[in-house]
């Protein structure tokens, strides 16, 4: 699940000084190559009090 190229993509882009990848070159091609998002459970609407 954690495996999608818009978290990596978010991870390395906020980084303000270092990043550093742990894990498999596999793993990290996976990613890369993973476009799908998938839904996330957020509840964010929940949390902004609207029943979307």
């Not at 498999?24 to 091609?29: F, G, P, Q």
């Amino acid at each position: 699940m954690m495996l999608q190229r818009n978290l990596l993509y978010t991870a390395i882009t906020r980084a303000k000084k270092l990043v550093v990848l742990v894990g498999s070159r596999r793993a990290l091609a996976q990613a890369v190559r993973n476009a799908s998002s998938g839904h996330r459970y957020t509840a964010l609407a929940h949390r902004l009090g609207s029943v979307a």
